[in-house]
C-alpha cells in the first residue's frame, strides 16, 4: 500500500512555462486535495475533488486547473507558471474527515 | 473571514516534560477540529480528531481539549520525546459539511535530552 504518491518530487520552471503535477492514491478515497504550503501561510487548499468526475475551487484556485482522471488519480495543472508559484504542493485524500497528504512537490518558477 | 491562530514562535522544552500547544480560531463554527504532525520535508500525518461535542481525546500520550466557548484548542504531549520533535498543525472541519479543512500555520515544537 503505496498510500498517496506524487511527481515529480522537485521541478524548477522558468516563468510562463507549463507543467503538470501528479497525484495518485491506493486507499480507494472518494475525496481528493490540493494544497499549497508557504512560509508562515500554512497549508492552503488550491482546489477539492469529492468524487470522480467532480471538482471544486479552493482558497487559492488562480492559475491553476485541476483533473480528476479517475478514482485514484488528480493533476495539478500550471498554464503558465509564475514566480509567486514557487511553493511546496501537497496532495490527499481523505475517507471521512481524516486526510491523508502525499510527499509533496518543491516547485521553484524563475 | 475566518482566522485560525498557532503560536507561530517555536516551543522548546525539556525531555520528559509535557509540551502543551495552543489553536485559537475566531468567526468559525467547525464541526471538528484535527491536529496534525508535520516533520521536515514530509507531508503532515493526521493524529487526533475531536468534534465539537467532545470535551476532551487521548491516544497514548496525546490529549486534545475542545473549548467552542472559548474557540480553543490545546493539544499535550505528556512525557515528551525528542522523536516528538516536529510541527503541529491545528486544522478546523469545514461547517457547511464538506470534508475540507482550514490550516493553522502550525508550531514547531522542540524536544531536547
Known amino acids: 500500500n503505496a498510500g498517496v504518491t506524487q511527481t515529480p518530487k522537485f521541478q524548477v520552471l522558468k516563468t510562463g512555462q507549463s507543467m503538470t503535477l501528479q497525484c495518485a492514491q491506493d486507499?480507494?478515497?472518494?475525496?481528493m486535495y490540493w494544497y499549497r504550503q508557504d512560509p508562515g501561510m500554512g497549508l492552503r487548499l488550491i482546489y477539492y475533488?469529492?468524487?470522480?468526475?467532480?471538482?471544486d475551487k479552493g482558497e487559492v484556485p488562480n492559475g491553476y486547473n485541476v483533473s480528476r482522471l479517475n478514482k485514484r488519480e488528480f493533476s495539478l495543472r500550471l498554464e503558465s507558471a509564475a514566480p509567486s508559484q514557487t511553493s511546496v504542493y501537497f496532495c490527499?485524500?481523505?475517507?471521512?474527515?481524516?486526510?491523508?497528504f502525499g510527499p509533496g512537490t518543491r516547485l521553484l518558477v524563475l | 473571514s475566518q482566522k485560525i491562530e498557532q503560536n507561530s514562535e517555536a516551543l522548546n522544552i525539556q525531555e520528559g516534560k509535557t509540551a502543551t500547544l495552543t489553536c485559537n480560531y475566531t468567526?468559525?463554527?467547525?464541526?471538528?477540529l484535527q491536529w496534525y504532525r508535520q516533520d521536515p520535508g514530509r507531508g503532515p500525518v493526521f493524529l487526533l480528531l475531536?468534534?465539537?461535542?467532545?470535551k476532551e481525546k487521548r491516544k497514548e500520550r496525546l490529549k486534545v481539549t475542545f473549548d467552542t466557548t472559548l474557540k480553543q484548542s490545546l493539544f499535550h504531549i505528556t512525557a515528551s520525546q525528542p522523536a516528538d520533535s516536529a510541527t503541529y498543525l491545528c486544522?478546523?472541519?469545514?461547517?457547511?459539511?464538506?470534508?475540507?479543512?482550514?490550516f493553522g500555520t502550525g508550531t514547531r515544537l522542540q524536544v531536547f535530552p
Open positions: 475533488s469529492a468524487s470522480e468526475g467532480t471538482t
Open positions: 486507499m480507494n478515497h472518494n475525496s
Open positions: 490527499a485524500s481523505s475517507v471521512g474527515e481524516t486526510q491523508y
Open positions: 486544522a478546523l472541519g469545514d461547517e457547511t459539511g464538506t470534508d475540507k479543512l482550514i
Open positions: 468567526n468559525y463554527s467547525p464541526a471538528y
Open positions: 475531536i468534534r465539537e461535542n467532545e
